[in-house]
T-cell receptor
Framework: RKEVEQDPGPFNVPEGATVAFNCTYS??????FFWYRQDCRKEPKLLMS???SGNEDGRFTAQLNRASQYISLLIRDSKLSDSATYLC????????????FGQGTTLQVKP | DVKVTQSSRYLVKRTGEKVFLECVQD?????MFWYRQDPGLGLRLIYF???????EKGDIPEGYSVSREKKERFSLILESASTNQTSMYLC???????????FGAGTRLSVL
């Protein structure tokens, strides 16, 4: 079983749609959680950290469910520019900086 | 904004060559990391460093070594390049170990 699992997609949605990605992780000792965005042939960029209480940044909402060990990302009012691969990332152990990356979920927003 | 600069965007090397990939960050981060990214395998951690002259193995250190002589610079060394080391190499840095990491633009290495 992979340490971080994501549905690779692709998710094809029209502009303005709401889309949600889920991610599961296997290590219950993980303490830090992130969503990164990666455009084609570019480096990953931090989209947002994920906190236990859930957090929102504009059209993006991240949720963490520690009991079920999954993380979600909700994108509202999708834009063409949201088309990218979204990477779910967790740390393997607290305070190590050793991040485990999911393989990513590809989103394609169509006009 | 943190800037993580990798010395080359593209490199082509021959099997058996010694290859140096350089990474420099400008935000006084203590933590630096080297990853490789391959289709279907995602990003995998090769080596990391929490301080000058300090290094730790990641998940796939075989065939690689690193050097951190100065805080801002973290070098990845392929002692004798092989074709299975053809990949995208990404350097990252962070201030806190438990926070997100900032990535360089990557070096696409081809070993022929």
């Amino acid at each position: 079983r992979k340490e971080v699992e994501q549905d690779p997609g692709p998710f094809n949605v029209p502009e303005g749609a709401t889309v949600a990605f889920n991610c599961t992780y296997s290590n219950s000792a993980s303490q830090s959680f992130f969503w990164y965005r990666q455009d084609c042939r570019k480096e990953p960029k931090l989209l947002m950290s994920v906190y236990s209480s859930g957090n929102e940044d504009g059209r993006f909402t991240a949720q963490l469910n520690r009991a079920s060990q999954y993380i979600s990302l909700l994108i509202r009012d999708s834009k063409l520019s949201d088309s990218a691969t979204y990477l779910c990332v967790v740390n393997r152990r607290s305070n190590t900086g050793k991040l485990i990356f999911g393989q990513g979920t590809t989103l394609q927003v169509k006009p | 904004d943190v800037k993580v600069t990798q010395s080359s965007r593209y490199l082509v090397k021959r099997t058996g060559e010694k290859v140096f990939l350089e990474c420099v960050q400008d935000m006084d981060h203590e933590n630096m990391f080297w990853y490789r990214q391959d289709p279907g395998l995602g990003l995998r951690l090769i080596y990391f460093s929490y301080d000058v002259k300090m290094k730790e193995k990641g998940d796939i250190p075989e065939g690689y070594s690193v050097s951190r002589e100065k805080k801002e610079r973290f070098s990845l060394i392929l002692e004798s390049a092989s074709t299975n080391q053809t990949s995208m190499y990404l350097c990252a840095s962070s201030f806190y170990r438990d926070r997100g990491q900032n990535f360089g633009a990557g070096t696409r290495l081809s070993v022929l």
